[in-house]
């Protein structure tokens, strides 16, 4: 019933999803499927969704509305994945007649039987909670394929109070090492593997009683399929010394970190349900700048927590001065329901949210400013990744950026190949972006 049949795939959401739906991918390519990207040939379509904000869901239930306009035409039948129907089915089921099969997180591999009873019975299909959590190395890249992500564990169990993950991906759940360090190996030749989790740092505790982490990452490093690894969604907490020194002297680490602190303040910050204090995360910086000069750190905050007063968002914004990040993103408080801090008082106005992330970023692009601007004049490693059309230039990213939340370089060279590092004479820079040349540019 399914032979011959065209799959699409639209993933939404976060680097961690995109991983999802890259073994997704996988699976219906060791079945031997074609996977287009015209949505106009494709008959089986895949959305895979996120939920984790309400902007997300609006974003998740548009796209299947929009795509729905296709069916009649090609298009057959619509299987949405994910986040979205993991929490949400009961309340989508009825009003959502577009969707011909409902999958959650870890239903994947029931995709084939719930589209076979989708066609024999012609009736819509709820697969929700009937798969296992499985794992499988099997992937189809969707970046480009000089780098790729690694998704190390799933769910979470620090519950913060305005967050949904472990109501939509249960508890922390480590992936074994052994599977992880076979997943990468198959991603072949890699200028860079970036290592995700809701909380990386975490890794091991659950499967093996203690703390893996800096082990994965010494196994990672020994493989010679990867030239660079960077780290992503290190909660402060769980930054040993130990993992310190290793990203000190682990010469495939990129020095760069993200490690996500949402606020400031001791008192939001309980309120929130994080373990950290104002004064442990500067004490935190100082260490890792001690030990590892130059270190580049980003970070996440969310401006608007029910009752956050005006002089605790003063004090996140002169934080912010003080921290000296190179990059973060502010995000207004999303109300969830289903978490602790829905039914908080001094919930806050939208207008006040709007107005505080409007001055936090501000702030932040004085700061990245003065420290983009040391970079002029000074030759640094860039990876190439590809040709800004626009700018007329190669576009490419030192290791103060990853891919999608921070700043590109911009750099004018004789030549130069899609996932090779260069050597790039810095010339100038902005609140982003850094800009400049390698030595065989002969051009003005």
Avoid at 12 to 27: F, M, P
Avoid at 69 to 86: H, S
Avoid at 98 to 118: C, Q, T
Wanted: aromatic fraction near 10%; glycine fraction near 6%; charged fraction near 30%.
């Amino acid at each position: 019933m399914l032979a011959n049949k065209k799959f699409g795939v639209i993933s939404l959401g976060c680097d961690k999803n995109r991983v999802d739906t890259e073994k997704l991918l996988g699976l219906l390519k060791t079945r031997g499927y074609t996977v287009t990207s015209s949505l106009k040939e494709t008959q089986i379509l895949i959305i895979n969704t996120c939920a984790f904000l309400q902007s997300a869901r609006e974003e998740a239930i548009e796209t299947i509305l929009d795509c729905a306009e296709y069916k009649g035409d090609d298009l057959e039948k619509i299987v949405v994945t994910g986040c979205l129907p993991q929490k949400f089915i009961s309340e989508l089921f009825d009003p959502l007649q577009e969707v011909d099969v409902f999958l959650g997180i870890n239903d994947y591999e029931k995709i084939f039987e719930a589209l076979e009873e989708a066609y024999k019975r012609e009736e819509r299909q709820n697969f929700v909670g009937k798969g296992k959590d499985g794992y499988w190395t099997e992937r189809v890249l969707t970046t480009d394929e000089h780098y790729a992500y690694l998704k190390i564990a799933d769910g979470c169990y620090n519950h913060c109070t305005y967050c949904l993950i472990p109501k939509i991906r249960g508890k922390y759940r480590s992936y074994p090492m052994e599977e992880l360090l076979t997943e990468a190996e198959n991603l072949g030749e890699l200028a860079e593997l970036i290592l995700v989790a809701q909380d990386t740092t975490r890794y091991g505790e659950d499967l093996y009683g203690e703390n893996k982490f800096v082990e994965l990452l010494r196994r990672l490093s020994a493989l010679e399929n990867i030239q660079k690894i960077r780290l992503l969604y290190c909660y402060p907490d769980v930054i040993t010394d130990e993992l310190i020194e290793e990203l000190a002297s682990n010469e495939k680490i990129i020095k760069y970190m993200d490690i996500p602190l949402q606020h400031t303040e001791d008192r939001v910050l309980k309120l929130m349900n994080r373990k950290g204090t104002r004064k442990g995360y500067l004490q935190l910086f100082k260490k890792l700048r001690e030990r590892i000069p130059g270190i580049a750190i980003r970070s996440t905050f969310i401006a608007g927590f029910p009752s956050e007063t005006e002089e605790e968002f003063e004090g996140m914004k002169a934080f912010i001065k003080e921290a000296r990040l190179f990059n973060c993103g502010f995000f207004a408080y999303s109300r969830e329901p289903d978490t602790g801090a829905y039914r908080l008082k001094g919930q806050i106005h939208h207008a006040t949210k709007k107005r505080r992330v409007k001055a936090l970023y501000q702030t932040q692009e004085r700061v990245a400013q003065e420290l983009l601007s040391s970079f002029v004049g000074k030759r640094i490693e860039v990876l190439c990744d590809g040709i800004d059309y626009d700018k007329n230039c190669f576009v490419g990213r030192a290791y103060c950026n990853a891919p999608d939340i921070d700043g590109k370089v911009y750099f004018h060279a004789g030549e130069a190949m899609q996932g090779e590092y260069y050597e790039v004479l810095i010339e100038r820079n902005d609140s982003y972006d850094l800009y400049g040349r390698t030595d065989d540019y002969e051009g003005e």
